[in-house]
């Protein structure tokens, strides 16, 4: 069994005049020498497809990201699903307010395993446009998802492919520092456990802002 991995990361759409937004089919024509012999292509969206989290920003990737679907399927039959995580400029930090900002500050100062749901909802808020783009065009597969953590299942050819995609951007801000993020890595650890064929790991490359600790919660 064969499939291809396709990443498309840092797209930073800003809006419908970007020249990026006028090469799908050459992305997808990238492909066609692949596809006849891969029983499934996955198109891993990696972080940063917006430039600053907008809706409108969004509506240009979809238009985007369905190019190319398009492109592939006239070409070929072979299933193509999406896989994406979201990175810090899938971030709009106009929502950023103070209450936020609050409770970023406080999370250094606090033990990890008392941070709440409503703490991570204010965390998560500024990436409300990137969820409703999710929601649009990444929910075939998607077995688990709580804004932190979510997870696609796959089966091909009767062997079950995971992808985890951790939100280490969910404590982002515009001006980031290397360590200033905290993430839960628990339970991610604790579905290791479930039995499948392969696994990957999918995270924005700002993994590098994340000290290494991790919320008990989750």
Same mark, same amino acid.
């Given at each position: 069994?064969?499939?291809? $991995?396709?990443q498309?990361?840092d797209?930073?759409?800003?809006?419908?005049?970007?020249?990026v937004?006028?090469r799908?089919e050459?992305?997808a024509?990238?492909?066609?020498?692949?596809?006849?012999?891969?029983?499934?292509?996955?198109?891993?969206? %990696?972080?940063?497809i917006?430039?600053?989290?907008?809706?409108?920003?969004?509506?240009?990737?979809?238009?985007?990201?369905?190019?190319?679907?398009?492109s592939l399927?006239?070409e070929?039959?072979?299933?193509? %699903?999406?896989?994406?995580?979201? +990175?810090?400029? #899938?971030?709009?930090?106009?929502?950023?307010?103070?209450?936020?900002k609050?409770?970023?500050a406080?999370l250094?100062n606090?033990?990890?395993?008392?941070?709440?749901?409503?703490? $991570?909802?204010?965390? /998560?808020? /500024?990436?409300?446009a990137?969820?409703?783009?999710?929601?649009r065009i990444?929910e075939?597969?998607? $077995?688990h #998802? #709580?804004?932190?953590?979510?997870?696609?299942?796959f089966? /091909?050819? +009767?062997?079950? $492919?995971?992808? #985890?995609?951790?939100?280490?951007?969910?404590?982002?801000?515009?001006?980031?520092?290397?360590?200033? +993020?905290?993430?839960?890595i628990?339970?991610?650890?604790?579905?290791d456990?479930?039995i499948?064929?392969? %696994?990957?790991?999918?995270?924005?490359?700002?993994?590098?802002l994340?000290?290494?600790r991790?919320?008990?919660?989750?």
């Amino acid at each position: 069994m064969k499939i291809a $991995i396709v990443q498309l990361s840092d797209i930073h759409i800003t809006s419908d005049t970007d020249p990026v937004l006028q090469r799908a089919e050459l992305i997808a024509s990238s492909l066609y020498q692949y596809a006849e012999c891969v029983k499934q292509i996955f198109l891993v969206l %990696s972080g940063d497809i917006a430039y600053s989290g907008k809706e409108e920003q969004y509506d240009c990737a979809s238009t985007f990201i369905n190019q190319i679907l398009d492109s592939l399927k006239n070409e070929y039959r072979t299933p193509v %699903s999406i896989v994406m995580v979201p +990175g810090n400029h #899938d971030c709009d930090f106009e929502k950023n307010t103070s209450v936020r900002k609050a409770v970023i500050a406080d999370l250094n100062n606090v033990p990890l395993e008392t941070i709440d749901e409503a703490q $991570i909802d204010q965390c /998560v808020s /500024v990436q409300e446009a990137y969820f409703l783009f999710q929601k649009r065009i990444a929910e075939h597969g998607l $077995i688990h #998802d #709580d804004h932190l953590w979510a997870q696609y299942r796959f089966e /091909v050819r +009767g062997k079950a $492919i995971l992808f #985890d995609c951790l939100n280490v951007a969910w404590v982002s801000n515009i001006n980031e520092r290397q360590g200033g +993020g905290v993430f839960s890595i628990s339970k991610v650890l604790w579905q290791d456990k479930r039995i499948s064929r392969y %696994s990957f790991r999918c995270s924005t490359s700002s993994y590098a802002l994340v000290k290494s600790r991790t919320v008990s919660r989750c």
